[in-house]
């Protein structure tokens, strides 16, 4: 397909044939880092910023690793050391990264919205300058969404994956749900897959608006619980999230242990789903309380490391894409 998407801001909109391109994209670029020599020439002379406000382990380093395989070169920013702690404001801070000739930013902030300021900003400006959003408050973490589908999709046919394979399989997502970006990605990209879609959370976890709002372009295919069984019986994958005690302001459970006990991920819960279950979680973990150590470190059935792998395959495909874009500066 021609790629004319210039920033990848949220799922909310993507398309079956774009999801599609960046799951293909990323099947190729799984090959060439299997290969000897994992660089290719696609971004040479391009600049990549790598903005994150917000702490970050995975998606920081995938992307500089992305960035780096594509050729690109890297300017990697530090809020702590930056004149940001002299009072510079975000907008300028991104202005300053444009003045210096960067093509691609990818921006990581706590606030929601901040990502979609900076683009509106770069539009404003003719600047041709794409942004990623690599995570913005409770919003959206697309790059997250697609690494998941990849990974999905790819135990499903690793050499050839593509949305169409999730039609019918069930996918759970369980815990906290109402602070989870992720899941927000995740419920548009599973949903418009074909997927059905389980979320189970204690209904002080679940975000009732946005709910409402997904379950009409969700066509039937969400479903919410409020205890595991219904959502664990028989599922393909389960996707359990961390509970995200520093965007928590106020008493959303009684205590962790309780929690653990209604909603932790353990071998024996497994055993209600498809005997082929998969389990994810987009990381980080608290082990111990949205799923035991014992899940989580058994090769035949946790993804988690699969996942991280695909971030960076998956990361090179949007660089790639978005890069490549008849809308972009590059071209
Ligand atoms: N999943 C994820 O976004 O992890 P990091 O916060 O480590 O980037």
Redo the contacts with the bound molecule.
Sequence with gaps: MNWTRRHILSLEDFTLEEYNAVLQTAASFREVLSRKTKKVPALQGQVVANMFFE??????SSFELAAKRLSADILNFSPGSSSLTKGETILDTAKTYLAMGANIMTIRHKQAGVPQIIAAEMDKLNSGVSILNA?DGLHQ?PS?GLLDLFTITSVLDRESPCVELLSGKKIAIVGDILHSR?ARSNIYSLTAAGAEVHLCAPPTLLPKLFLDTVNQQAAGNLYIHWQLKPALTKADFVMTLRLQKERMQGNFIPSLREYHQLYGITRDRLKMCNPTVRVLH???VNRGVEITSEVMDDQGLSLIPQQVTSGVSVRMALLYLIGNSSNNSLN
């Design positions: 702490p970050s382990t995975r998606t920081r995570g973490h997250q992720v987009p990381g980080p």
